[in-house]
């Protein structure tokens, strides 16, 4: 009858719940990454240097290729002279347009001598105005993509208008003017296959003097006013950080975290399995009928069943027999064969088989009689 294997006891594995909490900190940290790229203030916006949709690169190029004298203005705000001239400013916010230009009430002096300054932004209160419109101007249809707009005072003069209020308007300081929108985008980039959009933009500049396009306000500067004390002081810190190595330095312990991160996960390498033994059902059989002896208290019949193996292998290996189940010879017979080969006194190795029929046997002495065989065997050459 075969035996079966017991199967082996169960491991469980604790859950790594620190594996998991990592898995948290990083998708918090990926999404809170997200979320500044997002929320940081883009300095290109509005600017003729980015081809993006809210650049402004493809009507500069636009306004080279109509032979307009056109230029980027990269100098302090006080520098500006002359007359005849349009500084167009491109930004976001009215407010932020303020704060970034710390010579702002200088422009009225200057628009006053003769000069134009367009400043496309957001200006204006909310309307229930459609809105994606495509506004009806001289220049052909303008589209625009917001639902500000502007009711105007007496001295105001609207240039682009709908039922709900005026989206660009201008007034007039002296000799010159100044001109507002609700909608910055007007001439961006994404407007580029709207040629209304480009043609309108470019009927309210002055046909004579030169344009400029205000850089100065995205954090362009000519190299000879770009002097030490504004590389130490940028007007931004978005700007510090670009013009200093504390990005490269910022990112590279971004990648450092990550990879300790990494690391930290599988800081012994990948998990191994644990190598699963060979069954050995003969071995598992020996195992589990000593158990069973060991439990009824047989020590009686473990010990005869040594002694016939002891017998069996004294037969073979002292040459009275070749197989385990030949007719084994008397004890007087190995007892006397056994001490010619070792030297040693025959009476050991009788007194060790006929030990078996003795009563009493504690663990002990089951254990001695056992180191005594086997020091028996090991006698024989």
């Not at 790594?16 to 929320?39: D, P």
């Not at 002279?81 to 347009?97: D, K």
Request: glycine share 6%; charged share 15%.
């Amino acid at each position: 009858m075969t035996q079966t294997a017991q199967s082996s006891p169960t491991q469980i594995t604790p859950r790594n719940r620190f594996g998991k909490q990592w898995l948290w900190a990083i998708l918090g940290a990926v999404i809170l990454l997200i979320l500044l790229v997002v929320s940081a203030p883009n300095q290109q916006e509005g600017s003729t240097y980015s081809r993006s949709n809210k650049g402004y690169r493809s009507w500069y190029d636009y306004m080279v290729e109509q032979g307009h004298s056109i230029d980027r203005w990269q100098k302090p705000y006080s520098e500006l002279q002359g007359q005849n001239q349009t500084l167009i400013r491109i930004t976001p916010s009215l407010e932020e347009a303020r704060e970034q230009a710390p010579s702002w009430d200088g422009f009225a002096s200057w628009v006053e001598q003769g000069n134009t300054v367009i400043l496309l932004t957001w200006d204006g209160p909310v309307t229930a105005a459609p809105f994606n419109s495509d506004l009806t101007s001289e220049a052909g249809p303008v589209r625009i993509e917001t639902t500000r707009r502007k009711t105007l005072a007496s001295q105001h003069q609207s240039n682009l208008q709908d039922d709900y209020g005026s989206v660009v308007w201008s007034q007039s300081f002296g000799k010159g003017q100044m001109i507002f929108a609700t909608y910055p985008w007007i001439g961006a980039n994404i407007y580029a296959d709207q040629p209304g959009n480009y043609l309108f933009l470019e009927q309210l500049v002055s046909e004579t003097g030169t344009i400029w396009m205000d850089e100065w306000l995205h954090g362009y500067r000519d190299k000879q006013n770009q002097t030490a004390e504004d590389l130490r002081n940028p007007e931004n810190l978005w700007l510090f950080f670009a013009q200093t190595p504390v990005a490269a330095v910022a990112a590279q312990l971004f990648l450092l975290i990550l990879f300790w991160i990494w690391g930290h996960n599988h800081r012994f390498g990948l998990p191994l399995r644990l190598p699963q033994a060979a069954k050995d059902n003969s071995q598992q059989y020996i195992q589990v009928l000593a158990g069973t002896l060991n439990h009824a208290n047989q020590r009686e019949l473990v010990l005869t069943q040594l002694s016939q193996y002891l017998r069996q292998s004294l037969a073979q290996r002292l040459g009275f027999t070749s197989c385990l189940d030949s007719q084994l010879p008397p004890d007087i017979a190995l007892a006397t064969q056994w001490s010619a080969v070792t030297g040693r006194n025959g009476q050991e190795l009788l007194e060790l088989l006929q030990q078996s029929g003795q009563q009493s046997l504690t663990d002990q002495t089951l254990l001695a009689w056992v180191s005594k065989a086997d020091t028996i065997l090991q006698d024989i050459p």
